[in-house]
């Protein structure tokens, strides 16, 4: 934790840590921003001076201003995303949680695009040498290999990502600054003049906005992987980037400027920059960086999935941890969504010019949604309201526009995108829906009114002992209260004597790495509430906190937990501890309406592929007893029957 801490500071390691993990999707973006912004059309001066324009004002406006210097500050305890930044903001409107689930979804479906678009790009350099090369098969292997190797883990790999990056800026860098001195004149271009003189006249405009948004796509990486680094390493470390991406846009421009009223014919801009004896090895580190892009986003996929299970807008999935650096993580459900979904994109459109319309929606979504939680989070520390009102006027009206441009791309490709964040944001509301009816079924009743007839059980011979320590996990936020079916099973079901009654709580807190518990003697030595608070980014092991919480109990003589068998207490042996997890299933006698009914089906279905309770709270199956117990409420129809007397 010390060193994590270090790279916080701004330093040689955490600028190097912020290349290769942050800046690896914006990065990448010159492989195939302006070729989409030329497409089939003739190059001209319009379109050369226009493009650099637009791409300059965006990167500045979109990603400079809003993305480092005011959304940056948003983090939590130095952790950003969206599901971050929801945590902090979700207190101050129920709502809220749309737009995150609607940003985390769309995020989601980039994930399943970036790789393969950067990817194909760098790999299609090759045509150069051979123009019927089938690019199809290698890029699939190297997008399949690379989602082989998340099961082991990417710390040794990504000690190399940061000085592999800083090649890959420092190319981009020299070879746009080769054609620049050319040519200084260019520079003109960041006159905002030649930006709206394009977007008015130009016939294709819509379409030449859509593919100038794909200069700033990987601004939401920069706030999503904040926590690797810091702010101040993320923040100096874009200064030599912007710098770099600018000199290579820039240098193509010029590129392109002596090449007026030819047409690009497929071929990319970025490749044409380099000399002929370097191809090779430019190639190759493009697609070295395609790789590192890719690998980013998939990191950061499985974190955003990490965090939605905790905070209940995912199925509970299986989470593994290869090693212990921190934030390495491999979940391998997503794992394979994310594959299955890069091969759905490659074998669909197989080159990257295809993949450019459904590329940038799915991101254009989560800028939005990441607007609407900021001005929520401007509020919270009570910036100034025309600050506010300005900041929202300003970039909704921006990032709308980008929606409208990318909107006008739906058919040519953007359905895809559409139908990819639509079926994960899908499954996040009805996770979520479902739960929330769930929770509106369970009933709480007062637990001091049990006192007496717990405190008599414990001593009860005539009832057989079911285990010495008896747990049950508990959704009862106040330790006065206690579900009514977790009474019912312990009195009811079969009445369950135990020597000491465990009641666990588990509460995620808004900040990532809270790792706290608070113990409660309800009834001395008989009856013990432990209420868990954990960070929405701590792992759930409930098994593994829950032993340190008696030991620790056991340690200060608070709780008593050696077996009361005759024969085993003379020998000083630990009783035996038994977790009870309540099933809650929503009873079919109850009367739920249409869109419920829809909900609790797609649930069902959904907890096909989810964890059962006790693997989700990380409990040993061999201690665990599970009790499907129906949630039936008021609202029941009322059934009329009567008595009748036959022979």
Known sequence: MEKSRDLHKLSAAGLLVSLGVIYGDIGTSPLYVFKAIIGDDIITSELIYGGLSCIFWTLTLQTTIKYVIITLKADNKGEGGILSLFSLVKRRARWLIFPAMVGAAAMLADGMITPPITVSSAIEGLKIYNQALPTVPIVVGIISLLFIIQRFGTSVVGKVFGPLMFVWFTMMGVLGLRYLVDAPEI??????????????????????????????????????????????????????????????????????????????????????????????????????????????????????????????????????????????????SVNLLL???????????????????????????????????????????????????????VYLAIELSFLVANGAKIAHGGWLTLLLASVLFAVMLCWWWARKIKNNFVRYVDIEDYYPILSELTEDETVPRYASQLVYLTSANFRSEIESKIVYSILQKKPKRADVYWLVHVDVTDEPYTNEYKVDHLIKGKLIRIDFRLGFRVEQRISLLFR????????????????????????????????????????RSNNLGFMERIIMEGYNLLRNFSLSEERGFGLDSSFVTIERVPLVISGTKEINIKRSYWK
């Open 187 to 332: 520079i003109a271009a960041i006159n905002p003049y030649y930006a709206i003189k394009l977007l008015i006249n130009h016939p294709s405009a819509w379409m030449i906005l859509g593919a100038v948004f794909l200069c700033t796509t990987g601004a939401e990486a920069l706030y999503s992987d904040l926590g690797h680094c810091g702010r101040s390493n993320v923040r100096v470390g874009w200064i030599y980037v912007k710098t770099c991406l600018l000199m290579n846009y820039f240098g193509q421009g010029v590129w392109l400027a002596q090449h007026q009223g030819a047409y690009l014919n497929d071929q990319n801009p970025f490749y044409l920059l380099m000399p002929e004896w370097f191809l090779t090895i430019g190639i190759a580190i493009a697609t070295i960086a395609a790789v590192i892009a890719s690998q980013a986003m998939i990191s950061g996929s499985f974190t955003l999935i990490a965090e939605a299970v905790r905070l209940n807008i995912w199925p509970k999935v299986k989470i593994n941890y290869p090693s212990n650096q921190k934030g390495q993580l491999y979940v391998p």
């Open 548 to 587: 340190k919480v008696v030991e620790e109990l056991v340690k200060n003589q608070e709780v008593e937990i050696t077996s009361r068998y005759r024969t085993l207490r003379k020998y000083n042996m630990v009783g035996d501890f038994r977790f009870v997890v309540l099933e809650k299933v929503v009873s």
């Open 339 to 393: 594959w299955l979904g890069c091969m759905v994109v490659i074998l669909i459109f197989k080159e990257s010019r295809n993949m450019e319309a459904a590329y940038g929606l799915a991101i254009n979504t989560t800028f939005l949604a990441t607007t609407i939680l900021m001005v929520a989070y401007l509020f919270k520390k009570h910036t100034p309201r025309y600050l506010i009102g300005l900041f929202l006027i």
